[in-house]
C-alpha cells in the first residue's frame, strides 16, 4: 500500500484513510470483488478512484446522475487526474476530448449513467477498452424493493460477463438486509467480499419537531443559520416556491428546484447551488442527490420523507466534509396520512405495500421516539449503539414520558364504537364530549365514550392521534374517505394484555412552536473573522475559475486553517484536503490571507512540503551552504542543484557509491561525509 498511501497524500491531501477505507481499497487493489456499505459522507468515491491510479486500465464508474458525475470529474480533475465523463449532458468537444484521451491511454477513469449501457455503441466502446474494474455507485438502484430502483442497473451483471467477468466494486450509504441480497444477487456471480462501516454520521444533528406553525418553524431554523448552504426538502412543487419566497422575504439567499421547471432554469438553480456560498434551494426530493458540495451545513424537511431509507439519504447530503451540520424533520398527521394514501393507492402488488408500510413504521418510529434518535436509526440498519449520542433534540432535551394507556383506549374504543367510519375530527369531538350537528344527526352523544377525554384539549388529542399514528396503532383508510381503521398491534392495548408510552410534551405544547437551538459553532469565536475572510477568497477564486467553491478547499480545509494558522507551506501541506497541485495552486495565496505575507519556496522544495523529505532538503541544503568552500572556507565553490538535493531527500543514499551517482566524483568528495551523517539519521 505504499503506493496508495503515497497517491493519497500527494493527489488528495489526506495523511490517512478514514475509517474503513483502507481495508476497502485493500481489497479493491487485490482484485477482489467487493460490496461496501458506507456511510453517506463515509468517502465512498476514494475507494475506487484511488485503486483506479495504480492499475493499468480504465475504471469504468457507472453512476446515476450526470450533476454527480460532472462534480466528480471536476473534483479529479482539480487534483490532477485524467478523469472524463460521457453523459447526454456533454457538447460535442468534452465528448471528443474524451475519446481522445482514451485512444492515448491517458483517461484513467470514466464514468458513465447506467441507462448509456443499452446503447450499441457503448458495448463496441467499452468492449475495446482495458476496463480493469467496473465500481457501481448508487447500488441500491439495482433492488427492485428499494426505495430508488433504476431498471437500467439490471443490465450491469450482463456488461460484467461480456467484458469477460471484470472486477466489480459496488458501493451504497443506503441498503438494509434485504436491498444488500439483491445486489448481490444481481451484480455478482458469486458472494463478494463485503465491507458493513456503519451507518453513523456523527457530524449531523438529528431532530424532529411536530407541526404547530410549521413556516414558523422553518424560519427560525434557517434564521438561527443566517449564511449558510442548505437544502429544505418540500413534498410537492407549490411548496417549494412558497418556502423560497418566503424564506427571501426574510433576507435569505434561496431559491427553489423541481422536475415541473423548465430544463434550463432547473441547470441554472444547479449551478447557482455549485457555485453560490450560503445559498438554500427548497426542492422536491430529486435535488442534490447529483450534487457533491461537501458544505451544506443543514437539511431540513418541511414535509415527512416517504421512508427511513429516503430520510437517511436525504439528511446525509448535509455535512459531507465531516464538519457539524443540522437536520430538522417537521411533521404531523396530515403527511402521516398523506404516505399511508400514497402507499395504499399504489399500483404494487400487496407483499410490496405492506414492505412499503414496514419502511414508513420504521420513520415514525424514529420520529416518535423516547430515546436517543441515532441509537433508533442506527437499529433499523442493523447496527448497536451503546451510548447515546447526546447530538439529538431526545440527547439535549429528553422528553417527558406518561403511560398513555388509558387515552389511546379511549381514542379506540371511540373509534370501534363508531364502525371505523370516521377520521381524527368527529372521533375528537366525541372523546372531548363536543355537542354539534353531525353528533347529534347520528347519536353519538349517548356512547360510552362521549365525553370521556376531557381533561385533553382538541389540539392535545390531534397529538395524541398523530403518535397513535405513528406507532402504527391506527391507519387512514384510503377506501373510506380517510375514516381510521384500528391495526393489529392496536389490539392487546385495547383488550389491557398490553400498555403504551406517549410524549407528554409534545401534548403539552400542542398549540405552541418551540424554537430550535443555535448551531455547534464550526470554529472558536476568535477566528471567525479569519475563517469569513478564507472563505471569501475562496469565492473570489471559485469565481474567477467558474467553479463551485468547495472545488478549491471545502469547508472542512477552511476550518482547519482558521484553526491551526499555519504558517509556512510545509504547515499547509499537513492540512487535510490539500494534495500537492492544490499547494501549488493555491498555497501562497491562502497563507497570504492567514498571515498577511506570501510565502518563497522553490518548486522542487514545494514538492516535498510537510513531508519527511522536505525536512530532509532543508538540512542538506544548510549542509551544503557550510560546506560550499570546503571545511577551510577557502577553497573554491561548490554547490548543488535543487534538484539534485531533492533526489538525495526522496532517494535517501546510504554509502558513497550510492551518493557519486547522484552528484558524481568531485561534490560527493566535498558534502559525502556531512550528508550520509544527516541521510543515515
Not at 377520521?423 to 362521549?450: C, E, S, W, Y
Request: net charge negative.
Amino acid at each position: 500500500m505504499n503506493q496508495t498511501t503515497s497517491l493519497l497524500h500527494s493527489i488528495f491531501g489526506f495523511s490517512g484513510f478514514r475509517p474503513g477505507q483502507a481495508e476497502i481499497v485493500e481489497a479493491v487493489e487485490a482484485g477482489e470483488n467487493v460490496l461496501a456499505i458506507m456511510p453517506t459522507g463515509g468517502g465512498k468515491s476514494l475507494c475506487f478512484q484511488l485503486p483506479a491510479l495504480t492499475r493499468d486500465g480504465v475504471t469504468l464508474v457507472i453512476s446515476p446522475l450526470i450533476a454527480l458525475m460532472r462534480d466528480q470529474v471536476r473534483a479529479l480533475r482539480e487534483a490532477g487526474v485524467e478523469a472524463g465523463a460521457l453523459t447526454s449532458g456533454n457538447t460535442e468537444e468534452e465528448t471528443e476530448e474524451i475519446f481522445q484521451a482514451l485512444d492515448e491511454n491517458r483517461l484513467k477513469i470514466l464514468y458513465m449513467a447506467p441507462e448509456r449501457l443499452a446503447s450499441g455503441g457503448t458495448s463496441y466502446l467499452l468492449g475495446r477498452l482495458n476496463i480493469s474494474l467496473i465500481a457501481v455507485d448508487e447500488a441500491h438502484c439495482v433492488s427492485q424493493w428499494g426505495h430508488d430502483f433504476r431498471p437500467d442497473y439490471l443490465k450491469i451483471g450482463a456488461l460484467r460477463q461480456q467484458l469477460g467477468n471484470v472486477q466489480l466494486a459496488a458501493f451504497t450509504a443506503t441498503a438494509d438486509q434485504e436491498t444488500r441480497e439483491e445486489i448481490i444477487e444481481k451484480l455478482f456471480a458469486s458472494p463478494p467480499t463485503t465491507f458493513i462501516n456503519g451507518f453513523d454520521r456523527p457530524n449531523l444533528s438529528l431532530a424532529f419537531e411536530p407541526k404547530g406553525q410549521p413556516r414558523q418553524q422553518l424560519l427560525e431554523f434557517v434564521s438561527a443559520r443566517k449564511g449558510q448552504a442548505g437544502i429544505v426538502y418540500c413534498a410537492s412543487r407549490n411548496k417549494c416556491e412558497t418556502l423560497a419566497q418566503a424564506l427571501r422575504a426574510e433576507g435569505h439567499a434561496a431559491i427553489h428546484y423541481h422536475a415541473g421547471m423548465d430544463p434550463d432554469d432547473r441547470r441554472h438553480a444547479e449551478f447557482r447551488f455549485q457555485q453560490e456560498d450560503g445559498l438554500i434551494v427548497c426542492a422536491t426530493i430529486a435535488f442534490g442527490m447529483g450534487i457533491d458540495k461537501p458544505d451544506i451545513r443543514f437539511v431540513v424537511h418541511a414535509d415527512l420523507p416517504k421512508s427511513i431509507e429516503s430520510y437517511y439519504q436525504e439528511i446525509g447530503r448535509a455535512g459531507r466534509d465531516g464538519a457539524p451540520a443540522d437536520t430538522l424533520t417537521l411533521y404531523g398527521a396530515d403527511d402521516i396520512r398523506l404516505r399511508r394514501a400514497q402507499i395504499d393507492e399504489g399500483l404494487a402488488p400487496p407483499e410490496r405495500r405492506e414492505a412499503d408500510h414496514a419502511r414508513l413504521n420504521a420513520l415514525l418510529g424514529l420520529a416518535e421516539s423516547l430515546k436517543c434518535r441515532r441509537q433508533t436509526l442506527l437499529a433499523y440498519f442493523g447496527e448497536t449503539r451503546e451510548e447515546p449520542c447526546e447530538n439529538c433534540d431526545l440527547c439535549t432535551t429528553p422528553p417527558e414520558i406518561f403511560d398513555g394507556t388509558d387515552a389511546v383506549r379511549m381514542a379506540l374504543s371511540a373509534m370501534l364504537r363508531t364502525g371505523e367510519s370516521f377520521g381524527a375530527g368527529h372521533l375528537i369531538d366525541i372523546v372531548t364530549g363536543t355537542m354539534n350537528d353531525k353528533i347529534r344527526a347520528r347519536q353519538h352523544d349517548q356512547l360510552p365514550t362521549f365525553g370521556v377525554g376531557k381533561e385533553y384539549t382538541k389540539r392535545q388529542w390531534q397529538t395524541i392521534f398523530r403518535q397513535m399514528m405513528g406507532h402504527d396503532l391506527i391507519r387512514p383508510d384510503a377506501e373510506r374517505m380517510g375514516a381510521f381503521r384500528m391495526t393489529e398491534a392496536a389490539r392487546p392495548i385495547l383488550r389491557g394484555e398490553a400498555t403504551i408510552d406517549l410524549r407528554l410534551d409534545t401534548i403539552r405544547k400542542a398549540a405552541e412552536t418551540r424554537s430550535r437551538s443555535a448551531p455547534v459553532a464550526l470554529v472558536a469565536e476568535e477566528d471567525e473573522p479569519l475563517l469569513a475572510a478564507l472563505k471569501a477568497k475562496r469565492r473570489e477564486l471559485a469565481e474567477a475559475a467558474r467553479a463551485p467553491a468547495y472545488v478549491i478547499f471545502p469547508d472542512r480545509t477552511l476550518i482547519e486553517m482558521a484553526t491551526h494558522r499555519p504558517q509556512t507551506l510545509d504547515d499547509f501541506r499537513r492540512l487535510n484536503g490539500v494534495g500537492q497541485k492544490k499547494l501549488e495552486s493555491y498555497g501562497q495565496i491562502f497563507l497570504s490571507v492567514i498571515t498577511g505575507e506570501a510565502q518563497t519556496m522553490v518548486p522542487q522544495r514545494r514538492k516535498l512540503a510537510g513531508r519527511d523529505e522536505g525536512e530532509l532538503f532543508d538540512r542538506l541544503k544548510a549542509a551544503q551552504m557550510d560546506l560550499q568552500r570546503g571545511p577551510s572556507g577557502l577553497d573554491k565553490p561548490l554547490s548543488l542543484t535543487n534538484a539534485q538535493l531533492a533526489a538525495l531527500a526522496q532517494q535517501k543514499p546510504q554509502s558513497l557509491d550510492a551518493l557519486t551517482r547522484i552528484l558524481g566524483d568531485q561534490k560527493t568528495t566535498r558534502f559525502g561525509e556531512a550528508f550520509l551523517a544527516i541521510l543515515s539519521a
